[in-house]
């Protein structure tokens, strides 16, 4: 295999990864924050995981975009046939919109929780 079928197989890989992660992070964050009413007792604690859990998603954002710029260089052409590449492509626009919209409504949500 060449280096860069392995590039881009590695770069899908970290971009996928990279995404799931973030997700994972939101939800502890979450998870986390509605711990604080019914135990006190740990909120500082949890304040203090809650900001490492943020940085983290920043850095995985941080992933996701320089990964998926490196999608864009190393996708292979016309893979599937000019008529459905014409599909694809407009359906990971749709994706990418929906997904900004997820990623900014996420921090929307998260944010006031994790520096309130």
């Not at 295999?1 to 995404?19: E, L, Q, Y």
């Not at 019914?38 to 304040?47: A, D, K, Q, R, W």
């Not at 941080?62 to 190393?74: K, L, P």
């Amino acid at each position: 295999m060449n280096s860069r079928k392995t590039a881009v197989i590695f770069i899908g890989f970290v971009h996928d990864f990279a995404a799931g992660y973030w997700l994972a992070l939101m939800v502890a964050i979450g998870l986390m924050h509605r711990l604080h009413g019914s135990h006190p007792e740990v909120t500082g604690i949890l304040n203090g995981i809650e900001r490492n859990f943020f940085w983290q998603s920043i850095g995985a954002m941080g992933a996701i975009a320089a990964t998926g710029a490196g999608r864009m260089f190393t996708y292979v052409e016309n893979w599937y046939g000019p008529d459905a590449e014409r599909v694809r492509r407009r359906m990971l626009v749709v994706k990418h919109l929906f997904l900004a919209t997820v990623f900014a409504a996420g921090y929307l949500v998260i944010y006031p929780m994790v520096f309130h």
